[in-house]
């Protein structure tokens, strides 16, 4: 059996970690620089990293802010290690086992912990942008460089979604497009920003735990809630320091008196009619397009949204607030003798709710989420009979982690999992240029269980056998609220 590497004679190292096949020249790297040819061995030039409890001198675990705090990678000794597949390098397609299949103890139980590296040809990113920005239609293109990357999804509550990536992209289109979308792939899971430009729409900047910034303003603030909710949740805060108050949404801009809301609290209406679709009572949809003004509208003057105000129902003196969701845009209005209104300095009881709503948003961030297959070839590198792998995971006797941190599994068929690359350590993605993502997986089972499953007893080894002949080992703090995937649970 070939160990994977190739020197015939010519100082040239085949490299077989993937179907490139590269031949690397001593000293070289080879196209992904994950693997370089080292004094005529194939080496791979990333450290293996581990994750570490450190606990205090009560045996308590040191939480992962406190003990990232100067922490320089040194292996500590004695500490609760687990191997993650960032480094383990790659068997692919897994026609041999997995890199490091690691023996370990829990509660005197024996488990085994499958690493790899996995390279992922399906595979996509998930974004979430916290922002009531309008930021493009859906389905419009994303493009990075020019060359599309993906689409704008389905907006969710209070946020902006898009979908980067797949399989379409990577490999279905021009070589540019594949290596570019890969490119941009790799750097939104390691934590780095990427500008993209969306069709008809915003140029936005976009990084895993910072703050999107959208034709180069920095979001801030997550809205509150859509217009009728920030009003469901302030009206009573409102009542008896105005007679009107409309919160701008481009969702759903809502008319206090006209809400049920304000008929609960027996409020008089006030005759203001604004633009749009009505919904339900108080509630109006498309009062203005979508941009870059009040509450995600393309309006900078809040008075372009009233059609009218109804001279039968209105009255002079009537004091009117019109807010938007995150509180950031906001004007006071009176209406004048001929039902004008006229723009008049916020009492303080009113400016206080304005600010609430501020204080109520939550930072407006990027969170990014790698989604992958790996429920293919995959599956080899653990089993000789792959479909068991994806029984043990469907019943959770097998636990998947990326780079330690915990995956959601998707129903249905397949090993199609999602995990937040913020909970992943700094760097744990690579590329091949086939292209496709690499990301590190770990299966964790019971010893027993893996050997059912048709697991490779004979590669089993203990983890300070794997350390000890590992060229490098980084070490990062384990993050406190991941489970400890060794513990799986007692069962009978
Ligand atoms: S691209 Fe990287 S993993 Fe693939 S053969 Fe070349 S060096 Fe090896």
């Not at 994303?142 to 599309?148: A, C, M, N, S």
């Amino acid at each position: 059996m070939s160990d994977g590497t190739e020197n015939k004679g010519d100082g040239l190292i085949r490299c077989d970690a993937c179907p490139v096949l590269c031949r690397i020249r001593e000293g070289r790297t080879g196209a992904c620089d994950r693997y370089a040819n080292r004094a005529g061995k194939l080496v791979r030039t990333d450290p293996m990293v581990v994750a570490q409890k450190v606990l205090d001198e009560n045996g308590e675990m040191v939480p992962f802010a406190t003990a990232a705090r100067g922490w320089d990678g040194s292996l500590i000794s004695q500490a609760p290690t687990f191997l993650t597949g960032i480094g383990a390098t790659t068997t692919y397609p897994d026609y041999k086992p997995a890199p490091f299949i690691v023996a370990s103890q829990q509660d005197g139980v024996d488990m085994v912990t499958v690493v790899s590296e996995g390279v992922f040809s399906y595979c996509g990113v998930k974004v979430k942008i916290d922002t009531d920005a309008y930021i493009g239609p859906e389905p419009a293109a994303i493009r990075v460089d020019g060359e599309q990357v993906g689409h704008v999804t389905t907006a969710e509550y209070g946020s902006q979604m898009l979908a980067i990536g797949g399989v379409r992209h990577l490999t279905g289109g021009s070589k540019k497009e594949g290596a570019v979308t890969c490119d941009a792939m790799l750097r939104l899971c390691n934590k780095e920003p990427v500008e993209m430009t969306i069709d008809g729409g915003a140029a936005v900047v976009v990084q895993a735990g910072r703050p999107p910034v959208i034709n180069g303003v920095k979001e801030e603030r997550m809205r509150v809630g859509c217009g009728s909710a920030t009003v469901g949740i302030f009206a009573p805060q409102w009542h008896g320091h105005v007679d009107e108050v409309i919160v701008v949404d481009d969702h759903i801009t809502a008319v206090l008196t006209e809400h049920q809301a304000g008929r609960f609290l027996d409020m008089p209406l006030a005759g203001v009619k604004v633009r749009g679709r009505r919904s339900t009572p108080g509630r109006y949809f498309q009062v203005a397009d979508h941009g870059a003004g009040w509450g995600g509208t393309d309006v900078s003057d809040p008075l372009d949204i009233i059609e009218k105000i109804d001279p039968k129902t209105a009255w002079a003196g009537q004091r009117m607030l019109m807010v938007s969701t995150t509180g950031q845009d906001a004007a006071y209005f009176v209406l004048d003798e001929a039902l004008r209104p006229v723009e008049a300095e916020m009492p303080p009881e009113v400016r206080i709710v304005v600010d609430r709503i501020g204080e109520n948003c939550e930072p407006a961030l990027c969170s990014v989420l790698f989604m992958g297959g790996a429920g293919g070839s995959l599956r080899a590198g653990v089993t000789v009979n792959p479909v068991r792998l994806t029984r043990s995971v469907r019943r959770a006797l097998t636990r998947v982690t990326c780079g330690g941190a915990p995956v959601y599994v998707w129903p249905g068929g397949g090993i199609t999992l999602m995990v937040d690359v913020g909970e992943m350590p700094d760097r744990s993605f690579g590329y091949v240029p086939t292209p496709a993502l690499v990301a590190p997986i770990e299966f964790t089972v019971r010893r027993d269980d893996y050997l059912e499953l048709g697991g490779y007893a004979d590669r089993i080894r203990p983890l300070d056998a794997v350390l000890a002949n590992a060229a490098e080992v980084r070490s990062v703090p384990w993050h406190e609220h991941h489970p400890w995937p060794y513990d799986l649970g007692h069962r009978d």
